[in-house]
Nanobody, 114 residues
Framework: QVQLVESGGGSVQAGESLRLSCAVS????????MKWFRQAPGKQRELVAL???????NYADSVKGRFTISRDNALNTLYLQMNNLKPGDTAVYYC????????WGQGTQVTVTS
C-alpha cells in the first residue's frame, strides 16, 4: 500500500515562498510519476505540476516560472517550491501518484494574503 503525507503548508503574504514536501512510503518511489494538485474553495481540483521518473516536469500555466517540482529518490520525497506566491494560490495542496490505482495524500493548506 502506497502512503503519501504532505507537509509544509502555512499562511504567508503575497510575494513570499513556501516549500511543500510529500513523503512517500510503500512501493518503489523512483518508478512513480508524481503530481501536485490543488483545490481552492468552491473550485475543482487542478493539476499544478508533475514530474516523471526520468525527472521531466510540466506545470500549469498559472504557476510556470514561480513553482518548481522536484524529487529526491533517496529520501522517497517529492517537493514543490513555491515562490512569489499570490492570493490565487490559496488552496489545499495534494500530492498524488498512480493511474488505475490512485494514491493521494491528506492535503496541506496554503493560504496567501495580500
Amino acid at each position: 500500500q502506497v502512503q503519501l503525507v504532505e507537509s509544509g503548508g502555512g499562511s504567508v503574504q503575497a510575494g513570499e515562498s513556501l516549500r511543500l514536501s510529500c513523503a512517500v512510503s510503500g512501493g518503489v518511489f523512483s518508478l512513480y510519476e508524481m503530481k501536485w494538485f490543488r483545490q481552492a474553495p468552491g473550485k475543482q481540483r487542478e493539476l499544478v505540476a508533475l514530474i516523471t521518473r526520468n525527472y521531466s516536469t510540466n506545470y500549469a500555466d498559472s504557476v510556470k516560472g514561480r513553482f518548481t517540482i522536484s524529487r529526491d529518490n533517496a529520501l522517497n520525497t517529492l517537493y514543490l517550491q513555491m515562490n512569489n506566491l499570490k492570493p490565487g494560490d490559496t488552496a489545499v495542496y495534494y500530492c498524488m501518484t498512480g493511474i488505475v490505482n490512485q494514491y493521494w495524500g491528506q492535503g496541506t493548506q496554503v493560504t496567501v494574503t495580500s
